[in-house]
């Protein structure tokens, strides 16, 4: 099945579902089991399967005792289970802290869902919330030892504790760790934020909105990201209250004004009236594949000549820095020490079986990888000033 006309079908369905939109009889027309099928993939790799199945479901479109209606309806039913159980998370989360006096930014699709037509509609694989760093430790006590909330590992810019329920929660203590201009912007966060009368606190509008063309910016430097993140930002535009003058200030001082035009051409196009320009169907042609997380090749490409070439970038992968590696095994920042014994460790480690195939294809590709490929993503990201 041709990929354009799958990537049309998704997008003309959440379409339907999320602005009402009419779905086309040439669009009805190329309905089959072949279609439903690649339409599904496609959608669910975007992480929108659950709007894309719910229209075809309401437009009578999904055959009857099929296994891609099943398919279809298990996403949308698992958004609306994945919703309730957020929520409900959240909610306990919030009056933990608030009851506690810390101070908290809720983030990301907490915030965003609500400019959905249904909340549930706008999926979430975590909750993310924002605490000072000061915070920090004092939060994990209080989430582990009320709210039975167990600690994962801590992170570069967060820490990664689970409920009892298997809900994940991503507790930041920064917004981006990289030593990038955006990454600057987003060190005085908390200056930005409208305090409300508990300690939850929200973020400015155009802070807000930064952030999530900030984290857009960050994973389309890592391969790519998903169909959500542009409807995402399709709705803040449309929605969202704010001042343009301090957005566009901010995007500029955070080197995103080039990246942030050309991602809003893409939503426009895709979701409005926008047209389909060269730079348009060039992002289109890096994130089509890329999923909601990005793409390996994309990534390989990116690092590659980040590095300055296959041999540099192997070299880099081979032996990770204690700055990276710190963050692998939490036990590092206290016993630097124990390096050369970690970096021995994470080798044995990713020769392991669940490992062992993702750092072989991530070796094939830096070795044989598409060559034109490679220099069609460094010259998009050129284009975009990332």
Request: charged share 30%.
């Amino acid at each position: 099945m041709d990929i354009d006309c799958s990537l049309k079908g998704v997008l003309g369905f959440v379409r339907n579902e999320i602005f009402g939109n009419e779905i086309s009889n040439e669009m009805k027309n190329l309905i089959s089991e072949d279609f439903l099928k690649d339409l599904f993939k496609l959608s669910k790799r975007h992480d929108v399967a659950h709007l894309v199945g719910n229209a075809l479901e309401k437009n009578g479109l999904l055959p009857d005792d099929s296994q891609v209606k099943t398919q279809f309806l298990k996403e949308r039913n698992m958004a609306l289970f994945r919703y309730e159980q957020i929520r409900y998370e959240l909610d306990r989360i919030c009056n933990a802290l608030d009851k506690a006096q810390i101070q908290y930014i809720t983030l990301k699709g907490s915030v965003i869902r609500k400019y959905y037509p249904e909340p549930w509609m706008r999926t979430s694989c975590d909750i993310d919330i924002l605490v000072h760093e000061e915070d920090l430790q004092k939060t994990i006590e209080i989430l582990q030892n009320t709210l039975d909330y167990r600690y994962e590992m801590t992170g570069n810019h967060d820490v990664s504790l689970y409920a009892e329920s298997g809900v994940h929660l991503e507790l930041h203590y920064r917004l981006d760790p990289n030593e990038n201009s955006w990454a600057k912007v987003l060190l005085d966060v908390w200056a930005s934020v409208k305090s409300l009368d508990q300690p939850r606190c929200e973020l400015k509008e155009e802070m807000f909105f930064f952030y999530h063309v900030a984290h857009m910016a960050g994973h389309f430097k890592a391969g790519g990201c998903g169909v959500r993140s542009f409807l995402d930002l399709y709705l803040l535009r449309k929605n969202l209250v704010f001042d343009f003058d301090k957005l566009t200030a901010l995007l500029k001082e955070g080197g995103l004004d080039k990246f942030y035009n050309s991602v809003c051409a893409v939503a426009d196009c895709w979701f409005g009236e926008g047209e389909s320009t060269p730079i348009v169907r060039s992002i289109e042609d890096y994130i089509i594949n890329s999923g909601m997380y990005g793409d390996m090749r994309n990534r390989v490409a990116i690092q590659q000549k980040e590095k300055g070439g296959n041999v540099k970038f192997l070299l880099s992968r081979i032996f990770l820095p204690y700055s990276q590696l710190k963050f692998v095994y939490p036990k590092l920042q206290k016993y630097p020490i124990l390096f050369p014994f970690y970096q021995v460790k994470r080798w044995f480690k990713l020769l392991k079986k669940d490992s062992r195939k993702k750092s072989v294809s991530e070796l094939k590709e830096t070795i044989s990888g598409d060559n034109e490929k490679k220099k069609r993503v460094t010259k998009l990201l050129k284009d975009l000033e990332l």
